[in-house]
């Protein structure tokens, strides 16, 4: 199983971004999916996070700026990101989990991608 961000990259303060990620391989059901991001010297935090039922959850900083969304036909998760600011600057994470098949049974597997870096110039 493998979590594929895109979208990242070099923004004004102001600016918008969209960030996706794509889920693939033998997945049975993908549950809560999330976006993490991890600035300079500071550890990784959530952003935001949303249930198979679309049930969401922001941080502080980001609400009402940030809108997470979910395509599960297609397993995909996005992030739209408005009115960016510099301290949004950081590499985010797609973060999933995912319940795939197996001989003995189905079996959880909490996954990451490798990440895309976000800049917000002031």
């Known amino acids: 199983v493998q979590l594929a961000e895109s979208g990242g990259g070099l923004v004004q303060f102001g600016g918008s971004l969209r960030l996706s990620c794509y889920a693939s391989?033998?997945?049975?059901?993908?549950?809560?999916m999330a976006w993490y991001r991890q600035a300079p010297g500071k550890e990784r935090e959530l952003v935001a996070s949303?249930?198979?039922?679309?049930?969401?959850i922001y941080a502080d900083p980001v609400k009402g700026r940030f809108t997470i969304s979910r395509e599960n036909a297609e397993s995909t998760l996005y992030l739209q990101m408005n009115s960016l600011k510099p301290e949004d600057t950081a590499v985010y994470y797609c973060?999933?989990?995912?319940?795939?098949?197996?001989?003995?049974?189905?079996?959880?597997?909490?996954?990451w991608g490798q990440g895309t870096l976000v800049t917000v110039s002031s």
């Open positions: 949303i249930t198979s039922g679309g049930g969401t």
């Open positions: 391989g033998s997945i049975f059901d993908i549950k809560t």
């Open positions: 973060n999933a989990l995912v319940e795939i098949s197996l001989i003995e049974g189905n079996k959880n597997l909490n996954v």
